[in-house]
């Protein structure tokens, strides 16, 4: 059991050759020195890795292993180790591998040889700590293709995503198997919302709260405390040691709670405020919810809490949210109202929902103001209203006023105390009822006649007393036929002022039909002008339009005669109108909405006359609108006799994808007048719709040397090469003119344009023509103008690669007819071979036959013997 032994021994066979004997001592003895005998395999540098493999594998030194394989080029040997050993020690193999440099297409690949059978937390680990975890990705989704559930799988593929930035929301989402803090924690310091995210899947409350509350997340966190609506999570944010909960409260006040369409979440949430104890953030968590247009705005309990946390907690806030909501319990909140001695607000409540004995109960109990109660009872005309402010006035004193009460109140239950109070009080002419007017109204309240409301109106009217008269109006205009009857009435006397009161007020009536609305329009067309086009706008559902259209054309409201056309549908009237009334009525963005709905086409041509007169700045823009419906021919010659072609510019250009005729020719002719040969250009090639030659002629002569390029380019689009080459000859564009020539296709005009640049001594465009014309030339008379005119030097390029260019064809027609006779040989060869086995088979087919089976005997040929081997743990290594 002595390690020197054993080493000695392992140092001997080692020495003597005997790897064998290296190896099963290296794998059997538990006695020899494993990091002297490492040290002692490394130096050696055995043929045979194995003893090394079985020293390092079972005494942990695999980094040292790996390093020792890879730097003597021994990948093999890894592969083994990896595959077949252990493969429990992948990872370190990976992880040595990594430092050393290793290319990652080997360790792809020798992962992926091992797959299921390595161990994944620690390979992620090795390759995470070496940021080398995206070399992962093919050997994960492997595992994920073949159905691995494995978390650390899971959770390695997410880092992976969420270090490529792809899509990692939906993986973080989607994923049902990776392990949310985990990946929350590698997201925090990457991307704080991703780790929102990951802790949100998995409900890790704590880790969610600090990633927000560290990075400021608070919309985030308060989303997520909603819509956990967990008690305990809820005191824990709310808890007043939570440096952060002012931040959170705003963003559930202002974010989370409106955004949310559940009611459950909303009920956590007022419940957890409440618990905690905070009105005034409730307050604010309700005015966001309840105010403002969310799913809940209209929820009753909702709007109760609100009115009773303000009552308790913010009085001042309170008579802001009984005007502004209408679903809460009147009775109820009205009743703690006045508990709170908040009388205003208690009146209000009680008034709103149509409470009046209460609201008015208010008002002599609490508020104590008798004016304000008669008032009250004036507006709302309900017995027994009128019945409480009698009673309170006769408790007061004041019995001429009690009286009356009981007069309008119809109420005789207390004429015995009235009797009494008159006696005492020595006013017995106040017992009689002494307005007739009043009296009047109250019988046609009883006999409930149309005849007797229309005479009771007409006499109150007559007597000037406008509120009774109004009281019976109202009753009288609900009926179609009668209400244009009150009407007249009113104003043959002149009472225009209580005529639109009373139609104002019928507005209102549960029975308001058409004709109200009309006629109130009507009314403010003759008298109140000011206040017709809101009428309008407010009602233009319930008025009978042309009615009112006639009313308007008589006084002359262009402007909401022009409204009440297009709410009919009259859309060529509505443009007449205001073409016709422009000063009044003419409104550019709602002129193009009508222009073009026109179904008269001439009124688009008046329309473009109109805006040339009156608004030559804006016609582009209305021109814009009906490009799809003029003529654009027709519109460039009205504006071509005005004079102002150039004014429609901007709208030419928009149009001129359409390649009309007028409109190329008009831009043309503004690109030409402009100079702009720039935009001439790009107009003449992408638009050919125009009289091209016509145009070449007009600036061919113009003084400005660009156009007359263009004019050279013109012809050249034309065919008219001859032309182009001559314009441009004249103006020195020699590069203009070869390539003219070489579009030409024409030998003719190419080889008069040598003898011209020879003529003028232009030996360079000699040259450079030679190779922009090389298809069209002949090299011989190429050869010949040069020998004559002593121009060999210019023309020896063109010659050298006209030669190079014939030598080619020559060289592959050669190759071409020796390659054909190859293959003709080749195919001779070949049917020579194949008659010869024919002939070979026809011999040998008898002797191969099977000799007839002997009785007893099976037939057939006996398997030839498997081959002889055996089997080592590890390849050896080549020589």
Known sequence: EDPDIHFKYIEAAAKTGQIKEVERVTRESNFYDAEKTKNFLMEAKLPDARPLINVCDRFGFVP????????????????GYVQKVNPGNAPLVVGQLLDDECPEDFIKGLILSVRSLLPVEPLVEECEKRNRLRLLTQFLEHLVSEGSQDVHVHNALGKIIIDSN?????????????????????????????AVVAYRRGQCDD?????????????????????????????????????????????????ALPESKSPEQVSAA??????????????????KIVLQNSAFSGNFNLQNLLILTAIKADPSRVMDYINRLDNFDGPAVGEVAVEAQLYEEAFAIFKKFNLNVQAVNVLLDNIRSIDRAVEFAFRVEEDAVWSQVAKAQLREGLVSDAIESFIRADDA??????????????VYPDLVRLKQFQGAVDAARKANSAKTWKEVCFACVDAEEFRLAQICGLNIIIQVDDLEEVSEYYQNRGCFNELISLMESGLGLERAHMG???????????????????????????????????????????????????????FDNAATTVMNHSPESWDHMQFKDIIVKVASVELYYKAVHFYLQEHPDLINDMLNVLALRVDHTRVVDIMRKAGHLRLVKPYMVA??????????????????????????????????????????????????????????????????????????????????????????????????????????GKKECFASCLFVCYD????????????????????????????????????????????????????????????????????????????????????GFAPPPPPMGGMGMLPSMPP
């Open 64 to 79: 040292d292993l790996t390093h020792y394989l890879y730097t003597n080029n021994m990948l093999r040997y890894i592969e």
């Open 166 to 194: 792809n899509n990692p929301e939906h993986f973080l989402t989607t994923n049902p198997y990776y392990d949310s803090r985990v990946v929350g924690k590698y997201c925090e310091k990457r991307d704080p919302t991703l």
């Open 207 to 255: 880790e969610l709260l600090n990633v927000t509350n560290k990075n400021s997340l608070f919309k985030l966190q308060a989303r997520y405390v909603v819509e956990r609506m967990d008690g305990d999570l809820w005191e824990k944010v709310l808890n007043p040691e939570n440096e952060y909960r002012r931040q959170l409260i705003d963003q559930v006040v202002s974010t």
């Open 270 to 287: 007022v419940k957890a405020f409440m618990t905690a104890d905070l009105p005034h953030e409730l307050i604010e968590l309700l005015e």
């Open 413 to 426: 239950t207390q004429f015995l105390d009235v009797i009494r109070a008159s006696e005492d009080a020595d």
């Open 516 to 570: 109200i609305f009309t006629e109130l329009g009507v009314l403010y067309a003759r008298y109140r002008p000011e206040k017709l086009m809101e009428h309008i706008k407010l009602f233009s559902t319930r008025l009978n339009i042309p009615k009112l259209i006639r009313a308007c054309d008589e006084q002359q409201h262009w402007k909401e005669l022009t409204y009440l056309y297009i709410q009919y549908d009259e």
């Open 655 to 760: 149009v001129q994808s359409n390649n009309v005729s007028a409109v190329n020719e008009a831009l043309n002719e503004i690109y030409v007048e402009e100079e702009d040969y720039d935009r001439l250009r790009e107009s003449i090639d992408l638009h050919d719709n125009f009289d091209q030659i016509g145009l070449a002629q007009k600036i061919e002569k113009h003084e400005l040397l660009e156009m007359r390029r263009v004019a050279a380019y013109i012809y050249k689009k034309a065919g008219r090469w001859k032309q182009s080459i001559a314009l441009s000859k004249k103006d020195n564009h020699y590069k203009d003119a070869m390539e003219t020539a070489s579009q030409s296709g024409e030998r003719e005009l190419a080889e008069e344009l040598l003898v011209y640049f020879i003529e003028q």
């Open 776 to 859: 069209l030339l002949r090299a011989d008379v190429v050869l010949e103008l040069a020998w004559i005119h002593n121009m060999i030097d210019f023309a020896f390029p063109y010659l050298l690669q006209f030669i190079r260019e014939y030598t080619g064809k020559v060289d592959e027609l050669i190759k071409d007819k020796i390659e054909a006779q190859k293959e003709v040989k080749a195919k001779e060869q070949e049917e020579k071979e194949v008659i010869a086995q024919q002939n070979m088979y026809a011999q040998l087919l008898p002797l191969a036959l099977p000799a007839p089976p002997m009785p007893g005997m099976g037939g």
